[in-house]
């Protein structure tokens, strides 16, 4: 998991900003045809600063155990030296490396040099200084005595092994002189000692403010001991899908119905993109009521973004287009396929994001326009991975879409999985990219290079 500052324009969590002229004001279109994906992430992401421009997330304190995935709201320094002791990073004998000195030691002398054993250290234990002309037996991660500056791993010394009795208290070396241990002459000082604070010392700084916090970072936190973390409150959203024939996963089907797909697919990549999903609800086909939900739902959550699936194209029955008729949200075909209707405006006064109902078209919106902007503008950063890859099938596109095709990436290249049917929910679970094929593009050979978008 990278650690990234937070990006330009990050709003500081507890500090408001003067936000521009007119937050609320939907970003509609201008002209008639179709917005290029271009146009149309710009003005995801230009809602979404102007709202967290004005109302910056809040900090929160949270427990070690509970901080994965979140961004750190500060600067976190050292509050004490990691190591926290200098310790042995061997099973061994603390030397004195003085003892061993060439010239302490008459011309000739043997490559070991015999040392008194001192009492063993365990680890865990505070030992004693080690006096000049002895040893004392170290274990792994044990404190070294005051004066002994290296250790000698026991595999290096005669006898090899440590007696059972090397344990507290213990003094004697396994088959060697009672109380005596060789080492070799020429060990380095330093050798196989952590010192203290060579980690990280106390006061230094340990990670910036907006790292996302993932194992490795976690592990840090917890080796220095933090067991709370101020973090930045994750974006909250309102997650709704629409339609009347819309069933909750698990309930019986009637005649005509399918299962909500959409909102565990926006939900569960909301959550990994480092959102919060407040609260998630299927509505009926009754802009009336729709509007009324939605509403009260804003209200009652306060959210950073109500985000809808369905009920925004050309049909009879568009609950969402209709119900926010008399909002500030403008209905509008952006030119991709999937995802080409969207809804992009205010609630009142909350940012308002419309996904087509396909499931694959509201995952390739997620994965086009708001991750990027969520990642753009709350530090909330997890940034899909563009790589070449070569195609190894033909690839055919409409001239006038940005098409974004599904498949499957593996070491250089990349195979499409299923067509561009926005319903292929099976072929879209086979994938782990997404494949763009830019208006202009109609046709794309086996071999062709392509930028696919990886994601996971
Ligand atoms: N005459 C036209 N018809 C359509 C156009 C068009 O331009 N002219 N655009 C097509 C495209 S492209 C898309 S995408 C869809 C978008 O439709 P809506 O956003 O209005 O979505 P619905 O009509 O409500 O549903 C579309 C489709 O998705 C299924 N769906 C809806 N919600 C869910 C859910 N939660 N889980 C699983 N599946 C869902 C729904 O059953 C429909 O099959 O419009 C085209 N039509
Ligand atoms: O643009 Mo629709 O999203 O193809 O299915």
């Known amino acids: 998991m990278s650690v990234s500052p937070a990006p330009q324009g990050v ?34 992401e230009d809602l979404l600063r102007r709202w967290f421009l004005a109302h910056p997330p809040a900090q929160e304190s949270v427990a070690l155990d509970s901080a994965a995935g979140r961004l750190l709201a500060e600067e976190v320094r050292a509050p004490g030296n990691l190591p926290p002791f200098t310790n042995s990073q061997m099973d061994g004998y603390a030397v004195r490396t003085a003892d061993l000195a ?8 043997p490559a070991m040099v015999p040392l008194a054993t001192a009492a063993p250290i365990p680890a865990g234990s505070a030992p004693p200084p080690l006096l000049p002309g002895t040893a004392a037996p170290v274990m792994t991660g044990a404190m070294l005595p005051e004066g002994a500056d290296a250790v000698v791993p026991i595999e290096a010394c005669i006898p090899d092994s440590f007696l059972p009795s090397a344990g507290p208290g213990g003094t004697v070396p396994a088959g060697g002189a009672a109380g005596t241990v060789e080492v070799p002459a020429q060990t380095p000082a330093g050798q ?14 340990a ?13 840090l936190l917890a080796g220095l001991g933090l067991d709370r973390l101020t973090v930045r409150a994750r974006p909250r959203v309102l997650l ?39 609260r998630s609800r299927i509505l009926a086909d009754s802009p009336q009521e729709f509007i009324a939900r939605l509403r009260a739902d804003v209200a009652a959550d306060a959210p950073d973004l109500v985000l809808t699936s369905g009920g925004i194209s050309k049909g009879a029955y568009e609950v969402v287009r209709q119900g926010l008729a008399a909002h500030e949200v403008a209905f509008l075909s952006v030119a991709m396929q999937p995802g080409g209707p969207q ?20 995952l ?5 326009f708001l991750r990027p902007a969520l990642t753009a503008v709350t530090g909330a950063p997890r940034p899909r991975t563009e790589v070449q890859a070569r195609l190894t099938a033909p690839l055919g596109s409409p001239a006038g879409k940005h098409q974004i095709r599904r498949g499957r990436y593996t070491a250089g290249t990349v195979e499409p999985v299923g067509g561009p049917g926005s319903h292929l929910l099976h072929a879209l679970a086979a994938s782990n990219a997404l494949i763009p094929v830019p208006v202009g593009t109609e046709h794309l050979e086996a071999g062709a290079e392509v930028t696919v978008l990886l994601l996971e």
């Open 102 to 109: 060439a010239g302490n030691r008459p011309p000739g002398a």
């Open 11 to 44: 709003p500081v969590p507890g500090q408001a900003q003067t936000p521009p002229a007119s937050p609320a004001s939907p970003a509609v279109p201008a002209g008639s045809g179709p917005r290029t994906v271009a146009a149309h992430r710009d003005a995801v």
């Open 240 to 278: 709704l899908t629409t339609g009347d024939e819309v069933r909750e996963p698990g309930r019986p089907l009637e005649p005509g119905q399918i299962h909500d797909a959409n909102t565990t697919l926006l939900r569960s990549s909301l959550e990994e993109a480092g959102a919060e999903v407040l």
């Open 192 to 205: 196989f000692v952590r010192r203290a604070g060579s980690d990280i010392a106390a006061g230094a700084p």
């Open 343 to 362: 809804g992009i405006g205010t609630v009142d006064g909350v940012p308002f994001l419309g996904f087509p109902g396909n499931p694959v078209s509201s």
């Open 207 to 219: 990670l910036p403010a907006g790292t996302v916090l993932g194992p490795l970072q976690l592990g």
């Open 364 to 368: 390739v919106s997620f994965e086009m």
